[in-house]
């Protein structure tokens, strides 16, 4: 008998998780997010892109150089580099005519 009542239960209980299961579930829609339409000075715009378009590669010298702007970011953005001996803030004055 109590095998019996122990096989019902059983059978019952998994007759509930079959039913809870095999209800469907809401499909959500996806959201769209609006992102603020930042603008950026031009300025920073141009600053930004001298970051990508120049990388510390270890060259330390204004010869190793090729223009002013590079001299700057490696200036402001490198270690080591030995391009200003006044310590005026900038680079390579001989080579690129400022100052």
């Not at 002013?68 to 490198?78: G, I, K, Q, S, T």
Request: hydrophobic share 35%; aromatic share 10%.
């Amino acid at each position: 008998m109590k095998k019996i009542l122990l096989i019902a239960l059983i059978g019952y209980g998994g007759w509930q998780f079959y039913q809870k299961q095999s209800v469907a579930q809401p499909v959500t829609e996806p959201t769209v997010q609006v992102l603020p339409d930042y603008t950026v000075p031009l300025q920073k715009a141009r600053e930004a892109a001298s970051l990508l378009q120049f990388r510390c590669d270890g060259r330390q010298h204004c010869s190793q150089m090729k223009s002013y702007d590079e001299a700057v970011f490696f200036l402001r953005n490198c270690p080591d580099t030995k391009m200003d001996g006044d310590n005026d803030g900038i680079p390579c004055e001989r080579q690129f005519n400022k100052g």
